[in-house]
């Protein structure tokens, strides 16, 4: 069955530019490995000892594969593989400051985790100047 797995911007220097691989599996693991066939140097940027680097993250269709199978995630015909890879941090744009980045700190939001807040109007919500 036939997979796409796109590329982030930060590893196409390992694909040749590509932002998209096509590829044949049934899993996210058969599928990532035949992108790895493909572009070797992804392997050693995305993983560790076989398993996803902790700061690597993975969605079928929308959606974390942390929160399903894993590796083990079954894909359908025309599915698509994202690999994400989580970005924080950053550099101060300081003259005074050293050369050694910044370190930030930065909280991690995940896909589709939303604080749940009371909606204008309910019971115990404070304030109704939004209701109208």
């Known amino acids: 069955m036939s997979i796409t797995v796109k590329i982030p911007a930060q590893l196409r220097g390992v694909t040749g530019g590509e932002s998209e691989?096509?590829?044949e599996g049934?899993?996210?693991?058969?599928?990532?490995?035949?992108?790895?066939?493909?572009?070797?140097?992804l392997r050693?940027?995305?993983?560790?000892?076989?398993?996803?680097?902790?700061f690597v993250?993975?969605?079928?269709?929308?959606?974390?594969?942390?929160?399903?199978?894993?590796?083990?995630?079954?894909?359908?015909?025309?599915?698509e593989v994202?690999?994400?890879p989580a970005v924080a941090g950053g550099q101060q744009n300081?003259?005074?400051?050293?050369?050694?980045p910044a370190r930030i700190p930065c909280p991690r939001l995940r896909l589709g985790h939303f604080p749940v807040l009371p909606r204008p109007g309910a019971a115990?919500?404070?304030?109704?100047?939004l209701a109208s």
Do not use: K, M, P, W
């Open 26 to 41: 049934g899993t996210v693991g058969e599928a990532l490995d035949a992108v790895f066939d493909q572009h070797h140097e």
């Open 44 to 54: 050693e940027r995305i993983t560790d000892d076989g398993s996803l680097r902790r």
């Open 94 to 100: 300081n003259s005074a400051a050293s050369s050694a």
């Open 21 to 23: 691989v096509e590829v």
């Open 124 to 129: 115990g919500s404070g304030s109704n100047a």
């Open 82 to 84: 994202t690999i994400l």
């Open 57 to 79: 993250n993975v969605y079928v269709s929308g959606e974390d594969i942390r929160f399903r199978d894993g590796l083990d995630t079954a894909l359908a015909d025309g599915d």
